[in-house]
């Protein structure tokens, strides 16, 4: 019902950086909290990043930690992911998606999904 498309993905090399955006089509981003899911091959989807609908607050996977920041820029109408120090690990597709309420590290709580963006960390 509610349309994001994610950009940004692409082919890195380990050690590298990306940085991911979010973009809403027909709605304010900034009425919602965003996260930010990743799925591998073979592997469940997993939680990455949330921020809260006034950015005030936002979460992190422990994977993540120290290397990954979200962020949200209302006159763009968009949320980041600014990922650095990437690694072989972090292949996966990223989504991006609504909250129903808060953030939460489950899938269940969000209600709209883009079609993600594939990242691949390889030397």
């Known amino acids: 019902q509610l349309q994001l498309v994610e950009s940004g993905g692409g082919l890195v090399q380990p050690g590298g950086s990306l940085r991911l955006s979010c973009a809403a089509s027909?709605?304010?981003?900034?009425?919602?909290?965003i996260g930010w899911f990743r799925q591998a091959p073979g592997k469940e989807r997993e939680g990455v990043s949330c921020i809260s609908k006034r950015g005030g607050s936002t979460n992190y996977a422990d994977s993540v930690k120290g290397r990954f920041t979200i962020s949200r820029d209302n006159a763009k109408n968009t949320v980041s992911l600014q990922m650095n120090s990437l690694q072989p690990e972090d292949t996966a597709v990223y989504f991006c998606a609504v909250a129903s309420f808060v953030c939460s590290q489950h899938a269940g709580a969000y209600t709209d999904w883009g079609q993600g963006t594939p990242v691949t960390v390889s030397s």
């Open positions: 027909g709605f304010s981003l900034d009425s919602y909290a």
